[in-house]
């Protein structure tokens, strides 16, 4: 059994009580407002739809379901007529949809991403948990009354709510990938700010919208949430556009004989994981993979190129030369100065370099020493790089990368697109 | 910078204001006279509010001007913008939703009071600021008075219930879609004016396209601004209202981050570009210009738009695949050897390989494999024949070519449009698609040759052409190409038939050189 089976088991096996307990106990007692579970449970059938053409590592696939639910577990009134629905009957509308919105997909025979579901009724049911029970009590109303404190209570839940699927998100993300807690954890709440504080505002706006002016506020405030769902595709398309095109100049220094094969893709993986285990955030993980992928590119300027390709290998001084005409090449192309800047340092010194340039440096030198192949020439190319830590590598780098190769190396950790 | 992908931004969702479009820097009379006559309208609309007896709802008006200015700040505010995503400047206008609920909870002159701050003080992108500021605030201000007129009319203000009263809903839906549109037929009309006064522009052509794309943001916005209406007047007050504007802001955010990468992307590409020009130092400037070369012909043959962007990638990059090539063997002058001349050869090769994995390339991959095939079957790497070879290939080879001879490389002169014209006429049908040739020869007609697209110019002459900007031939002054060599105006006139069936100099059964190989024997 693998170590993070359990973790996602327990998360699984505690949405499909919540979901079981959920539909029970509706079936049992029947459906209180069904005017309002339909609506809701329209609206969320509708957005599960939009993971159509979804990117396998978007986000949010599906903001208008995530919107609408996060609104029917906050629904307090309707048209200011109060509501009565529980949380068990919320957890039900939610479990219905999800499986309404799987079922296309599976028609077409795809992957039903259950793990979508369960993550949605776990956080939905923290999010109707803590708000239901006080309002159908009618705790709310009497301590906050109808005006500007409820929406922010409102807004408070919700802010609960998505901290609480961060938490969530990242424990079973460390429990596939076994990536550090922390990073991992720092990457989902930064990933808050952008679609997920959207997803909440709407949902808060939904909640509250419906309370004001009835179910008509469903369709109308469903526009806005889908444009930005539209803005956010087109710019992960034009990302991964980019990407491509970098992966392609990084590929020039293979096909000009500069490089072994697979070079560049090699050390970008590598890269990335070992700066993944070295904490880096998202942002200077995508700097330091772009870093990676172009740091030959200084071999291009070269009359004759290098035997073998392997930079490592060469006089300080070559290093540093060519390691400034890549630099030059790479600021002309539009990626951030930061990455010309890794390219640029790529030769140096540890002690003058920044973190990104020194796990370049050093997982170039491995991938250069242990030729590809092998698990003596790995072995003596890391024997290598220790001895090297008085001046060109740093220790702890060389150490996180050491890890990174005892775990089985970058196979399958790396968000670079391969090929 | 040339604009490698020169796609319009029409198709993208446009949330950006229309407003922003003087392209002038010096500001002609009829444009003053015009927003002069603006001020004094947005005047005429705003000022009633400020008459003693008018009850003009003061808090109202002061928390919705206050949070347009806050919203159109980040925009200018250089720290601000900073911490909201990088140092993309929003597009100004991605917050109508609060003039558009300005526009539905007041009286008319009250709403167009809110839009001056804002409008006031958001970013102006070139000088000069003052009478753009004033421009657009004027514009902004009679836009949302007319809204509100729309809006009062319909009887919006019962319509919007008030406290505990529910909205009247499916009506509400009316006088909030009427004002959207009001907004936006408003600020079409107005901007299509400055077009025709500022940048003198003929009004049909001034007015073309500004409603398309202006009507579905515009809706969006609607939408927004009705439920922000809503909510402010229902008894959550408006600090629920703020929430609306929440997603719609990081719908503007992502839009502009989308931007930069675009940006970002194309500057990768030119770094493709110029990757080959370390190597091959002789061809600087050619591929922009196959790239040109290839849009006139397939614009003539009649190709859709999203095409036309293709085959200017397909002639940008149809060299990459040097970067495969040792540089010595590039860059040796004199004969090559036939060891080398195979190296060299390979480089269509090369460059499929390297752009396989660029998805959007599409048919432009294939044009990069097969650039050196004939219609007669001798080219390489695979000797197709005629219609074998993929359309794109056939253009830029013909593009290729007909650029090769043009240009002025170290082992030869420029040789005049006129010669290099007949010569591809001679060839084709056994090298070149003759269909190719004739649209070139067409295209060139037409447009004529301005070869300097070199790389700090933006490149106009691949937009589409609009009447105003399409020069004929004869009144082309053609600027000096890279090499130095400046030709006569008559050079760059487009053949007269008598130039064009001049006898050229070469034996007439041979091929034009192959401008990566034979050409740099003759040195």
Redesign the interface.
């Known amino acids: 059994m693998r170590p993070g089976a359990r973790t996602v088991g327990a998360v699984h096996g505690a949405a499909l009580l919540l979901g079981l307990a959920g539909v029970g106990s509706t079936l049992w007692y029947g459906v209180d407002e069904p005017g309002n579970a339909l609506a809701f449970g329209t609206l969320m059938v509708l957005g599960e739809f939009a993971r159509w053409g979804a990117a396998p590592d978007e986000r949010e696939p599906a903001p208008l379901a995530a919107a609408g639910a996060l609104a029917y577990a906050l629904l307090g009134a309707s048209a200011g007529t109060a509501t009565t629905h529980g949380v068990l009957q919320i957890v039900a509308v939610v479990v219905a949809a999800g499986l309404a919105g799987i079922v296309p997909h599976l028609a077409r025979g795809r992957e039903p991403g259950l793990g979508h579901l369960a993550r949605r009724v776990l956080t939905v049911g923290f999010a109707a948990l803590c708000f239901q029970p006080l309002y159908n009590s009618g705790a709310v109303v009497q301590h906050l009354g109808q005006g500007p404190p409820y929406a922010l209570f409102l807004v408070l839940l919700l802010v609960l709510t998505a901290l609480c699927d961060a938490v969530l998100a990242a424990l079973v993300l460390r429990a596939r990938t076994g990536f550090p807690y922390g990073p991992l954890l720092r990457d989902e709440l930064r990933a808050l700010l952008g679609i997920g504080s959207a997803v909440c505002a709407t949902g808060t706006v939904m909640a509250l919208g419906v309370a004001a002016a009835g179910l008509w506020a469903l369709p109308v405030l469903a526009v806005p949430l889908l444009l930005t769902q539209v803005s956010f595709r087109r710019y992960a398309a034009v990302r991964t556009v980019n990407r491509q095109t970098i992966a392609s100049l990084a590929r020039a220094t293979e096909i000009a004989g500069c490089t072994p094969p697979g070079h560049a893709h090699r050390v970008a993986a590598l890269s990335a994981a070992v700066g993944r285990e070295l904490g880096l955030p998202g942002a200077e993980l995508t700097v330091l993979e772009h870093a990676a992928l172009m740091h030959d590119i200084g071999q291009l300027s070269l009359v004759d190129p290098v035997a073998g390709g392997a930079t490592a290998l060469l006089p300080a001084e070559e290093q540093r030369r060519i390691a400034l005409l890549g630099g030059e090449v790479v600021r002309r192309t539009g990626v951030p100065e930061a990455v010309a800047v890794v390219v640029e340092r790529q030769a140096d010194p540890y002690r003058e370099q920044p973190t990104a340039a020194r796990i370049v440096r050093a997982v170039n030198a491995y991938d250069d020493l242990a030729g590809g192949e092998g698990a003596g020439a790995a072995l003596d190319a890391l024997e290598r790089l220790r001895l090297g830590t008085a001046r060109d590598y740093h220790p702890d780098v060389v150490e996180c990368l050491a890890r990174v190769l005892a775990r089985g190396g970058a196979a399958g950790v790396t968000s670079v697109a391969s090929g | 910078m040339v604009r490698i992908g020169a796609t319009p931004p029409s198709r993208?969702?446009r949330l950006a204001s229309v407003t922003d479009v003087m392209g002038v820097k010096v500001i002609p009379r009829a444009a003053r006279v015009y927003i002069g006559c603006a001020l004094l309208g947005a005047g005429a609309c705003a000022l009633p509010a400020l008459r003693p007896g008018a009850a003009t709802p003061w808090s109202t008006v002061a928390l919705l001007a206050a949070l347009y200015a806050l919203c159109e700040l980040p925009a200018r505010c250089r720290v601000l913008g900073r911490a909201f995503g990088g140092s993309v400047p929003m597009g100004t206008g991605s917050f109508f939703p609060v003039l558009l609920a300005a526009a539905l909870l007041l009286p008319p002159a009250a709403a167009a009071l809110t839009a001056l701050p804002g409008s006031l003080l958001a970013r102006v992108d070139e000088p000069p600021a003052a009478p753009r500021r004033a421009w657009r605030a004027a514009a902004t201000v009679r836009a949302v008075w007319a809204a509100a007129r729309t809006a009062d009319a319909l009887s919006c203000a019962t319509a919007l219930?008030h406290g505990?009263d529910?909205?009247d809903?499916?009506y509400a839906?009316l006088p909030a879609g009427a004002a959207a549109l009001t907004l936006c037929l408003v600020l079409t009309a107005l901007d299509g004016g400055i077009r025709a006064t500022a940048d003198g522009l003929p009004p049909r052509t001034a007015w073309r396209g500004l409603l398309g794309r202006a009507l579905a943001p515009h809706a969006?916005h609607g939408?927004?601004g009705?439920?922000m209406a809503?909510?402010w007047r229902?008894?959550?007050?408006?600090?629920?209202a703020l929430?609306?504007l929440?997603?719609?802001y990081?719908?503007c955010w992502?839009?502009a981050?989308?931007h930069r990468?675009?940006?970002?992307?194309?500057?990768?590409?030119?770094?493709?570009v110029?990757?080959v020009d370390?190597?091959d130092r002789y061809t600087r400037g050619h591929s922009e210009r196959v790239g040109h070369a290839s849009v006139l012909i397939a614009r003539e043959l009649g190709m859709a738009e999203e095409r036309l962007d293709v085959v200017r990638f397909a002639g940008i990059l149809h060299d990459?695949?040097k970067?495969?090539?040792?540089?010595?063997v590039l860059?040796k002058d004199g004969p090559l050897t036939p060891e080398e001349r195979r190296v060299i050869e390979l480089h269509p090769e090369?460059g499929h390989?390297?752009?396989r994995?660029?998805?959007?390339l599409g048919e432009a991959r294939g044009a990069i494999l097969h650039h050196h095939e004939r219609m007669d079957g001798s080219g390489y790497p695979y000797g197709l024949r005629g219609e074998e070879i993929p359309e794109f290939a056939r253009v830029v080879a013909v593009a290729d070519s007909f650029d090769a001879m043009t240009s002025t490389r170290s082992y030869s002169r420029a040789r005049p449009v006129p010669t290099a014209v007949a010569e591809l006429e001679r060839c084709a049908g056994s090298q070149f698609d003759p269909r190719m040739v004739a649209a070139l020869v067409r295209a060139l007609d037409r447009h004529g040759w301005r070869p300097a697209v070199t790389a700090d110019e933006s490149a106009p002459s691949v937009l589409p052409a609009s009447p105003a900007s399409t020069a004929s031939p004869a009144s082309t002054a053609p600027s000096v190409p890279p090499g130095g060599h400046v030709p006569t105006p008559r050079e760059a006139k487009a053949p007269t038939p008598r130039e064009a069936a001049a006898p050229p100099a070469r034996a007439a059964d041979a091929p034009v050189e192959d401008p990566d190989v034979r050409s740099r024997e003759r040195a």
Do not use: D, N, W
């Open positions: 993208a969702v219930g505990p529910a909205p809903f499916p839906l969006v939408l927004a009705l439920m809503v909510l229902s008894s959550y007050g408006p600090v629920s929430f609306v929440l997603p719609m990081i719908s992502v839009f981050q989308y990468e675009r940006a970002a992307h194309q500057a990768t590409i030119r770094a493709l110029q990757a370390i190597k990459v695949g970067l495969g090539v040792p540089t010595r860059r090369y390989e390297m752009v994995g660029i998805g959007f």
